[in-house]
């Protein structure tokens, strides 16, 4: 993975650039000091690091718009940062960058239960805004798993998911309005408490721009009434196609499960060594989650279970207490940290139509014992988002580079079965490179027009999302 | 007019335009201003090119008529879950609506609040833009976030940002049952107020309405019928201090009322003109009271008023306290509020990006 060299010309200013920085902004709000500037030189995806030429730390809009102002004046890149949870490299710096972080940005603004939305500034992380309203019996839907500490900026940068989204949508599904500042400066109000737009739908293109449109400093957010009551079931088959099967007849018998969570027997073996949930001996599981009152969940669980009689299920296993349900829960909820136990990994998020399951499944296998690396799979089987999770040694000499090429190939294998590249993590640096699997030139150029048109000068993020030979005649004008 | 069998015949008028034109889905609105430019239509890319009903998508050709869509998901049970509207008893049209057009104009009905807007059924598309290069963008999954979402973008742009040709929807299933609680006789204040206790409320309400003119709220209900049945029992309770509730369950009765509600029809054989007004759902009455309307219609729980108004009236100055926007639907061309000024500058440099000859829809848009 490469990022650009840093401009020679913003290096020989730096001292310049600090003390207009320092001029708009509170003392400890700039951090340049070489040492202050290494918890910036990554995200979650921490095999690339860069330390910036410094981070700042604005506490309002105002203060987002001087430094974007100054930034745009100096021709220095700024890469916008929400917790610094992304595992898709999308807050990477680059040597020449100004990091600006979001996180002092984190009040509730404004509750309104009668018009059903949450006004926060965006460096909020997603689980306070449900913690904000949930004593009243409410909550904010996107959960990615990060929750606890990803931000409500990156949320919209990265347009984020979470194991919900088959009932309650993304990120953009979610999002009514946004306060946004452009590279220039500007400060511009989108949306509101009110739907739709009148013009053109400006949140459903920046939500997943990965930052490279404009800083979001609020933002309106939908909230919802908390169902009377959740409770999951879990099945275990003997192969994968027949758990598959399972979960398209589940969808289209009208069932609407608020989850439809998948794993594979490598993912099971490593979680019942971590966790000890108890899951059956299995290839293939699935955790079906509905919700409603404890009546609605006996018929909506009591068809899930007849339609899973006809796939031969080798348990099958309905909650029948919170503690039940924890349990059901917890290896599923502990997959990730289980997988960290046997060693590195990395973990894509290529989505495939629910059709190709066991297709893609199979070929991960095979393309997993051609190069020698262990995978595991648990994803959201609802909606097709699969999580394969590739071990390997960080310090084995060439193991990173195995990884990666074996990654690229399951990304590939799933733009192929017709799904993408990403379905929830964004493309970052990590997937940049493999952008042209997916989209032509022509379809490139399209998204890259809209990047000219908020940030002419190619100085937000500029380094992500597009192959740099792609955007090379752009970031250099 | 022309007429295209292809997309890439469609992609080859474009690029050899020298003259502005009029795309038209089935030319059931008429979102551009009659007489200017050559008008093409994208009725001949037409049919269902992906249907799998067990993913909940279909992929299918812009031109598609919404009624040959809606038979094809209603044969396995499926529907599209945001209940477009059809405008042409209000617009006194005929013509065949076109999915295409649907998504042009972001179309969304009365399961907004519930189901979510066209544009967030919306998966991927393929369109033209004014080069005449053909574009794709999204694709046909659920969940997607590679690369810029255009997909939105063109939601609602009404053709001024590149010509559809085909696109992929997420649908969902039809539910067992249906009913609608219906109250009477609350005032546009207490409706709301009732329409935002039930939506804040866990029973899942799919459409929340108040017709003044019919002394009538409603609140639909769908799903399972024996949950459907429970839902409207706990919610006549939650709503009991807003006075007493009857249940309609009759599926002919439930959907001809959606359909009224839907469609505007109480203001089709009516004169006057039609702007649909989008503010946050306790804002409201005071649009409607603030526009003097002749007569309103709340949907999406107060958030979506339908106004009807004297021929010639522009009610945009008298919503100038009121965040939100109108836009008319019946009348004199097309007319919208207007975009705070940077976002004025973005649309316009936007447009000369996809569009730079300006051949698509002059007059769309503002």
């Known amino acids: ?63 987002v718009a001087a430094v974007l102002k100054i930034c745009h004046e100096e021709r220095v890149p700024v890469v916008p940062r929400g917790s610094g949870t992304s595992l898709a490299g999308g807050a990477l710096p680059t040597a020449d960058s100004v990091i600006l972080g979001v996180a002092r940005l984190n009040e509730v603004l404004e509750v309104d239960y009668p018009n059903r939305f949450i006004r926060v500034q965006a460096g909020r992380t997603n689980l306070s805004v449900t913690g ?35 009932k309650y949508g993304v990120t953009t599904n979610n999002l009514l309005g946004v306060t946004l500042v452009l590279m220039d400066g500007t400060v511009v109000e989108i949306g509101g408490a009110h739907l739709d737009a009148v013009g053109y739908d400006w949140l459903g293109v920046i939500c997943g721009s990965e930052g490279q449109l404009g800083v979001v400093t609020e933002a309106t957010l939908r909230i919802l009434p908390k169902p009377e009551g959740a409770r999951p079931v879990l099945m275990g088959f003997d192969c994968s196609e027949r758990a598959g099967a399972c979960v398209a007849d589940i969808i289209r ?225 | 007019m022309m007429r295209p069998e292809t997309e890439a015949e469609l992609a080859g008028i474009v690029a050899g335009a020298e003259r502005p034109l009029q795309i038209e889905g089935g030319g059931t609105r008429g979102m551009t201003v009659p007489g200017d430019g050559d008008r093409l239509s994208v009725a001949g890319l037409s049919g269902v090119v992906l249907y799998e009903p067990g993913a909940l998508t279909l992929v299918v050709r812009a031109g598609t008529p919404l009624a040959e869509v809606g038979a094809v998901l209603a044969a396995e049970g499926q529907r599209l879950a945001f209940e477009p509207m059809d405008h042409r008893r209000l617009l006194g049209r005929d013509g065949v609506p076109t999915i295409g057009g649907v998504a042009a104009a972001n179309v969304s009905g009365p399961r907004r609040v519930q189901a979510g807007a066209c544009r967030d059924a919306m998966l991927g598309v393929r369109f033209v833009d004014g080069r005449g290069r053909v574009i794709r963008n999204g694709g046909r999954v659920m969940k997607n976030v590679t690369g810029y979402d255009l997909v939105k973008l063109m939601a609602g742009s009404r053709g001024t940002l590149g010509v559809l040709t085909e696109l992929a929807v997420k649908v969902l299933p039809v539910p067992e049952a249906a009913a609608v609680l219906v109250m009477e006789g609350l005032t546009s204040e207490a409706a709301v107020a009732a329409m935002s206790a039930a939506l804040g409320s866990p029973f899942e309400v799919s ?7 019919a002394g009538e709220t409603w609140l639909r209900l769908e799903g399972f019928a024996a949950s459907v049945a429970y839902r409207a029992g706990r919610l006549g309770a939650l709503l009991d201090r807003f006075g007493p509730a009857r249940v309609v369950e009759a599926p002919d009765e439930v959907a ?9 029809e109480d203001f089709a054989d009516r004169p006057g003109d039609v702007w649909r007004i989008s503010v946050r759902p306790s804002d409201g009455p005071r649009a409607a009271a603030a526009v003097a309307a002749e007569a309103a219609i709340f949907d999406w729980g107060g958030g979506l008023v339908w106004v009807l108004v004297p021929e010639g009236h522009d009610i945009r100055p008298a919503l100038s306290g009121i965040a939100g926007h109108a836009v008319r639907v019946r009348g004199a061309g097309p007319l919208a509020s207007p975009e705070p000024a940077p976002l004025a500058a973005l649309a316009a440099r936007l447009r000369a990006e996809f569009d730079p000859r300006g051949l698509f829809n002059p007059g769309a848009m503002g």
């Not at chain 1, 000091?33 to 506490?59: F, G, I, N």
């Not at chain 1, 949930?134 to 909550?139: I, L, M």
């Not at chain 1, 960290?340 to 139509?353: A, E, K, R, S, V």
Request: hydrophobic fraction near 45%; charge should be negative; aromatic fraction near 6%.
């Open chain 1, 1 to 63: 993975m490469q990022m650009p060299a840093p401009d020679a010309r913003v290096m020989a200013k730096k001292d310049h650039v600090l003390r207009r920085l320092m001029a708009v902004l509170p003392e400890d709000a700039v951090i340049h000091d070489p040492t202050a500037t290494r918890a910036y030189e990554c995200d979650a995806l921490t095999a690339y690091r860069c330390p910036p030429l410094a981070a700042v730390l604005p506490a309002s809009t105002a203060e």
């Open chain 1, 132 to 166: 904000a309203v949930e004593g009243d019996g409410w909550f904010y839907a996107p959960d990615p798993s990060s929750q606890l500490a990803c931000a409500i900026a990156g949320n919209i940068g990265m347009n984020s998911g979470g194991a919900h989204c088959l």
């Open chain 1, 253 to 477: 018998a009208g069932v609407l499960p608020v989850a439809i969570e998948f794993m594979d027997r490598p993912c099971i073996a490593a979680t019942e060594a971590f966790a000890g949930a108890g899951y059956p001996d299995c290839e293939a599981l699935l955790i079906v989650e509905v919700e409603g009152s404890p009546a609605e969940i006996d018929d909506q669980l009591a068809l899930i279970k007849r339609i899973a009689m006809a796939h031969d299920p080798v348990e099958l296993r309905e909650s029948g207490s919170a503690e039940e349900s924890a349990r059901i829960w917890l290896g599923r909820k502990s997959a990730f940290g289980a997988m960290g136990q046997l060693g590195d990994y990395m973990c894509l998020d290529g989505t495939i139509p629910v059709s190709a399951l066991p297709d893609v499944l199979r070929r991960i296998g095979e393309l997993s014992a051609e190069a020698g690396l262990r995978v595991a799979n648990v994803f959201h089987a609802g909606d097709g988002n699969m999580h394969p999770l590739i071990l390997f040694d960080a310090n084995a000499p060439g193991d990173l580079e195995r990884c990666e090429a074996l990654g690229a190939e399951i990304l590939k294998l799933c733009v192929d079965a017709g799904g993408c590249l990403t379905g929830e993590h964004g493309v970052g640096v990590e997937k940049r490179d493999l952008m042209g699997v997916q989209y032509r030139p022509e379809d490139l150029d399209a998204q890259m027009r809209v990047k000219d048109v908020f940030d002419p000068g190619w100085l937000l993020n500029p380094a992500k999302v597009f192959p740099l030979e792609v955007s090379a005649g752009r970031r250099a004008g």
């Open chain 2, 207 to 213: 459409a929340a309405a108040h017709l003044p003119e």
């Open chain 2, 256 to 264: 001809a009322m959606m359909r009224r509600l839907r469609d505007v």
